[in-house]
């Protein structure tokens, strides 16, 4: 999946084309559509437990759409599943402990 997308090289393969638009998009940062419906044309929910995302769920502090983006990276972490931070590191960037 995504890590052969960061894989030095890899953007002239095509592989920045498979979410991006390079020559414009209404949609940040040039994705084909936007962040939620992109990644879910590929990841179905993988468990019972989904977060909520979307205009309608605000991320505390910065007041912006929760996306799947928020909590992961898919340009590629060091994480099994791409968080941003590792265990309760990543809830705490916006629940209270």
Avoid at 23 to 44: E, I
Avoid at 67 to 72: L, Y
């Amino acid at each position: 999946g995504h890590t052969k997308m960061t894989v030095p090289g890899s953007a002239g393969k095509g592989a920045c084309t498979a979410c991006h638009l390079p020559h414009g998009s209404a949609n940040t940062p040039l994705l084909k559509q936007p962040s939620v419906g992109l990644c879910r044309a590929c990841h179905q929910p993988m468990s019972k437990f989904e977060h909520p995302v979307g205009e309608g769920v605000k991320a505390p502090g910065t007041g912006k759409p929760v996306v799947c983006s928020t909590c992961h990276n898919p340009h590629g972490t060091r994480s099994k599943h791409g968080e941003r931070k590792q265990g309760d590191g990543l809830c705490i960037t916006c629940h209270d402990k």
